[in-house]
């Protein structure tokens, strides 16, 4: 069946560093791919999106593009800033008729001063 | 946005529990998920006009209901110890074929 698999964390990072979450998927069909993310004590926010290949979500100075030759949304971010931290969720939807997500475990993200 | 009640539970083995979540306004297809601590949320089920839609790897004693006004519920029979976990209600756009979701802020479920 579809899957995700996410880098596995925790990450650390200093304030204005580079940010590379990996993702990759697997899929029978043609998925429409998210970024989730999870502040402590809270729900999920939708982060961004793309729903076809080489499609490039962003939202909030993260990126990620959906390169279908090798199943991959990468998130990335060229500066983060402390309140990036929080857990991040890779996740894809099928587009069926259910069109309920399938998440990767997620990674979690601590950024300090 | 979308609503959940109520934030926090605890419960004993065995015991049933009802959580609720009130979509978001003229969203008319809600989704339930388990997130266990440290784990990405599992599918439960969906409802879309009042009717499940489908559902994912979990038991018949997690059912559920959807009303008219698109309000949710989620009600698990005879917990058990594993059945605690933040459960999510996700609301969607019209039509039950879309994929964006919108999530609440969860119920965290204690099982003792």
């Known amino acids: 069946g579809d899957s995700v698999t996410q880098m596995e964390g925790p990450v650390t990072l200093s304030e204005e560093a580079c940010l590379t979450i990996?993702?990759?998927?697997?899929?029978?069909?043609?998925?429409?791919l998210f970024w989730y993310v999870q502040y402590p004590g809270e729900g999920l926010q939708l982060l961004l999106k793309?729903?076809?290949?080489?499609d490039k979500g962003s939202n909030k100075g993260f990126e990620a593009t959906y390169r279908k030759e090798t199943t991959s949304f990468h998130l990335e971010k060229g500066s983060v800033q402390v309140s990036d931290s929080a857990v991040y969720f890779c996740?894809?939807?099928?587009?069926?008729?259910?069109?309920?997500?399938?998440f990767g475990k997620g990674t979690k993200l601590s950024v300090k001063p | 946005g979308v609503t959940q009640s109520p934030t926090h539970l605890i419960k004993t083995r065995g015991q049933q529990v009802t959580l609720r979540c009130s979509s978001q306004?003229?969203?008319?297809?809600v989704s339930w998920y388990q997130q266990a601590l440290g784990q990405g949320p599992q599918f439960i089920f969906q409802?879309?006009?009042?009717?499940?839609?489908g559902r994912g790897n979990f038991p018949p004693r997690f059912s559920g209901l959807q009303f008219p006004n698109d309000s949710s519920e989620l009600n698990v029979n005879a917990l058990e110890l594993d059945d605690s976990a933040l459960y999510l209600c996700?609301?969607?756009?019209?039509?039950?074929?879309?994929?964006?979701?919108?999530f609440g802020p969860g119920t965290r479920l204690t099982v003792l």
């Open positions: 306004s003229g969203h008319n297809t």
């Open positions: 990996n993702c990759t998927y697997t899929a029978t069909g043609y998925p429409s």
């Open positions: 996700a609301s969607s756009l019209p039509g039950h074929n879309t994929d964006t979701q919108y």
């Open positions: 409802y879309y006009r009042e009717e499940e839609n």
């Open positions: 996740a894809l939807s099928d587009g069926g008729s259910q069109g309920n997500l399938i």
């Open positions: 793309a729903t076809k290949a080489d």
